[in-house]
C-alpha cells in the first residue's frame, strides 16, 4: 500500500515545499516510487522518479534543477524537494509506486505504476 502523502500546500513563488511519500508494505530496496502531477485542465504529466534498489533518479526537463527526489534515511519514505516553485507548478500532486524493474526511460510513465497515493495539492502564487 502506498501511504500518501504528506507536504503540499500554498507557497509564494519563488518558495519550497517537500512531498513524502511511505510505501508501508513493500521493501525499500526493490521498489521504485514515482512523482506525478496533474494541473487543472491538463493531462497528468511525470515529474520525478526513483529507484530505492540502485539510487537512480529521472526528472522531467521542466523540473531539472529545481526539483530534487531522495530516499529517507529511515523507513522506507521517498521525498520530493520542490524549490524555485513557479505558478506553473501548482496542481494535484501523485505519488506512484512500482514494484518491477522500470527502465530509466521509462520511469516517469504512469503506466508502469501499480500503486498510487490519494493525492495532495500544491498551489503557487504569484
Known amino acids: 500500500d502506498v501511504q500518501l502523502q504528506r507536504g503540499g500546500g500554498l507557497v509564494h513563488a519563488g518558495g519550497s515545499l517537500r512531498l513524502s511519500c511511505a510505501a508501508s508494505e513493500f521493501p525499500c530496496e526493490a521498489i521504485t516510487i514515482g512523482w506525478f502531477r496533474q494541473a487543472p485542465g491538463s493531462e497528468r504529466e511525470g515529474i520525478s522518479a526513483?529507484?530505492?534498489?540502485?539510487?537512480?533518479?529521472n526528472y522531467a526537463d521542466f523540473v531539472r534543477g529545481r526539483f530534487t527526489v531522495a530516499k529517507g534515511t529511515a523507513g522506507n519514505t521517498v521525498y520530493l524537494q520542490m524549490d524555485n516553485l513557479r505558478p506553473e507548478d501548482t496542481g494535484l500532486y501523485y505519488c506512484a509506486l512500482d514494484v518491477g524493474h522500470v527502465t530509466y526511460t521509462r520511469m516517469l510513465d504512469a503506466d508502469e505504476y501499480q500503486f498510487w497515493g490519494q493525492g495532495t495539492l500544491v498551489t503557487v502564487s504569484s
Open positions: 526513483f529507484r530505492t534498489w540502485d539510487a537512480v533518479s
